[in-house]
């Protein structure tokens, strides 16, 4: 198993937690949408859940193809700093692993923001402010390492 798919399992497991706990706590009518005034929109915890499941379940799936079909994409399409180094054929595969890597990182962080507005619903709106600053330390800490090694300057001998 991968390094990538370790952070997806424990996403998924979080995302299935919070929205298990949403579906038997929560009360009948829950919060759908929040604007710059504060809610503007309320439904009933049947549409949210079902909201919920769906958009995460199908953002993750797309994340999880593009991951999956990232050594399959042509060179010709790849848009991607130091393009000679990543793109040679000694160096394609790992390029490859780093995008199916950085993919598989961007579902589980799609899952955890899911999670956490499943926590925002269900805890009422004094979490807010605590889960998103714990979501954005996450975004960094998960992404910082493959955009930082993909941008650093390859090594002179394999230029």
Do not use: K, Q
């Not at 997806?8 to 759908?32: E, K």
């Not at 958009?55 to 999956?68: D, N, V």
């Not at 390029?95 to 269900?122: C, E, H, K, Q, S």
């Not at 009422?124 to 493959?146: E, H, Q, S």
């Amino acid at each position: 198993m991968s390094r990538a798919s370790w952070s997806l399992l424990p996403a998924i497991a979080v995302y299935a937690i919070t929205w298990c706990w949403v579906a038997v706590s929560a009360p009948d009518r829950v919060p759908m949408h929040w604007g710059p005034a504060g809610v503007d929109r309320w439904g009933s915890r049947t549409e949210f859940l079902t909201f919920s499941l769906v958009t995460a379940g199908l953002i993750g799936a797309l994340m999880i193809g593009l991951g999956i079909a990232a050594s399959r994409l042509p060179a010709s399409i790849i848009n991607t700093p130091h393009r000679d180094y990543w793109l040679s054929p000694e160096h394609r595969p790992a390029f490859d692993g780093l995008m199916r890597t950085m993919m598989l990182d961007i579902a589980a962080l799609i899952l955890l923001l899911f999670a956490a507005i499943n926590v925002i619903v269900g805890a009422g709106a004094a979490a807010t402010n605590v889960l998103v600053i714990v979501f954005l330390l996450a975004l960094g800490v998960v992404m910082v390492r493959p955009i930082a090694r993909l941008y650093r300057e390859p090594p002179r001998s394999s230029r």
